[in-house]
């Protein structure tokens, strides 16, 4: 009886001392946000509703990585821009990259300081036909109703390119002229991975010696309603984004008639290598910019999970994977017979990998190779990039990114992160010291299903906050 009175002493004491550690660490936490400062908001037209439909109305369609980009639209599209910007037209170099791609070059006064980047993307994705009819309006025609703009491009990405352009044409009009060279690199085929247009520019602007102290492009939002516990709008700031890399699954075998079927059957051989990959994901991990999130969002929790991101030694699992912290593995496409009474001879399957940091194209081919049956060949294909790395939360250029939003948003929290999704940013680490995706778009998510879906469309008041805070962006880069 004593041995098992001292046992469930020792139980007891362990408890206790698990218990005072995660109030400790929990306890110690405190809220990672900035003061805002008190800005001056400006007055913004309702004219540049009508910029924003106008450039809704030029279906820059990226289709695929094999179709040209449609060169009316485009120049169209480019045509457009000068009419409506003429002051930035006026006083800003334009090198146009592989024929699409946008480069404007605004001068700064003073060559000692590092020029910034500012990114977005002109093409679209396309629609599809038989969802017509589901939209509130026609998805290129840039209609404008009380409280929205409708159409292709307004979440995606046409609203920060010419929020971009709104903000520089009205400081050119009062006179400002930045201290630091800015550059607005606008690629044109991001919807396919960038290698013509942002990748080029990147590479130009390499040859050009250029060395930036920040890139901004697309890829954070604000998130509204979207993080259990937290009522604030969140402001995402993604320092890093996932690899991508697509492998295509192939079997090949002898066929034959379905009533006298083989052992091995090939479209059953598929099925069996997708249900094994998907019931053997590669593992959750905390890598750099999850941390960020625990570190940054944690404080602003309510109790019980502000204990859970406060320790993930201890409560990791749950929190890793509500934040999506592993590469992911998604079955996008198959293909195999041509009749019902036939075994085909050859079947296949697209799988889709999102690809943590940490690990590459090649650690995942090796992890499909060593999951699924060996008679199986595994191809790489279509467009394939590592992870990116991670910037800085540190930097200068990240405090003036972190002030100006929560200068502009003084409500939202500020987190850095990590997305799932590939940007253009991907190209722009070799000449910049710090690469970050936000773009102030109030996502909810119901919004969400807008993204590539069906009646996507931006509020207006939701339309100016992006032209504010690209104004004042700019502004604060150029402060003393």
């Known amino acids: ?46 004219s540049s509703f009508v910029h924003l439909s106008g450039a809704i109305q030029f279906p820059t369609i990226s289709f695929n990585e094999d179709t040209p980009p449609d060169s009316a639209i485009f120049n169209g599209f480019h045509r457009f ?51 017509l009819g589901q939209w509130e309006a026609p998805p290129f025609e840039g209609r404008i ?8 491009g307004t979440l995606d990405d046409k609203s920060s390119l010419m929020a971009l352009l709104e903000s520089a044409e009205m400081l050119i009009g009062e006179g400002f002229v930045p201290a630091q060279t800015i550059y607005f690199a606008f690629g044109h085929d991001e919807e396919v991975g960038g290698p013509k247009g942002a990748a080029k520019i990147a590479e130009y602007l390499e040859k050009q010696g250029v060395q930036a102290a920040f890139t901004l492009d697309e890829g954070g939002m604000i998130a509204e ?43 059953g051989m598929l099925a069996q290598a997708i249900v094994d990959l998907e ?8 890598v750099e910019p999850v941390e960020y999130q625990l570190e940054y969002l944690g404080p602003e929790l309510p109790f019980l999970q502000k204990m859970a991101f406060a320790n993930p030694w201890l409560l990791k699992g749950p929190v890793l994977e509500a934040l999506n912290s592993h590469t992911s593995t998604a079955p996008t496409i198959i293909d195999g017979g041509f009749k019902n009474n036939v075994i085909p001879t050859v079947a296949e399957a697209t799988i889709n990998f ?10 995942v081919q090796e ?24 910037s800085s939360i540190e930097s ?5 990114l972190e002030k100006t939003i929560r200068s502009v948003f003084p409500s939202s929290v500020v987190m850095p992160g990590l997305i799932a999704g590939g940007t253009d940013a991907r190209y722009f680490y070799g000449i910049s010291e710090g690469v970050y995706r936000y773009y102030p778009i109030r996502i909810s998510p119901e919004a969400m299903t807008r993204f590539h879906g069906i009646d996507e469309k931006i509020s207006k008041e939701n339309y100016k906050e992006m032209i504010q805070f690209t104004y004042q962006l700019m502004k604060r880069f150029n402060e003393n």
């Open 279 to 286: 019931n053997n994901q590669l593992p959750y991990r905390l």
């Open 396 to 400: 200068e250029a990240f405090k003036k």
């Open 1 to 46: 009886m004593k041995i098992i009175g001292k046992l469930l002493l020792g139980i007891i004491a362990l408890i206790v001392i698990l218990v005072a550690i995660l109030l400790f660490n929990t306890f110690r936490v405190s809220s990672k946000q900035v003061d805002p400062d008190p800005i001056d908001p400006i007055a913004i037209s309702d």
């Open 225 to 267: 309603g979207m993080i259990p516990g937290v009522d604030q709008p969140v402001s995402m700031i993604n320092v890093a984004e996932k690899g991508f890399a697509s492998f295509r699954l192939i079997v090949e075998t002898q066929g034959g008639h379905s009533s006298s079927p083989p052992k091995e059957n090939t479209i």
């Open 367 to 390: 992890h499909i190779e060593s999951t699924i049956n060996d008679k199986i060949r595994v191809e790489p294909v279509g467009f394939l990039t590592n992870p990116s790395p991670s």
């Open 354 to 363: 999102r690809i943590l940091p940490g690990e590459t194209i090649e650690s």
């Open 81 to 131: 821009l000068v009419t409506t910007f003429p002051q930035v037209h006026q006083t800003m170099e334009l090198t146009k990259i592989n024929e699409y791609s946008l480069l404007y070059t605004w001068k700064g006064s003073d060559s000692n300081l590092k020029p910034i980047i500012l990114m977005s993307h002109q093409d679209v994705v396309p629609v599809d036909e038989p969802t």
């Open 145 to 152: 109703t009380a409280d929205h703009i409708i159409g292709r």
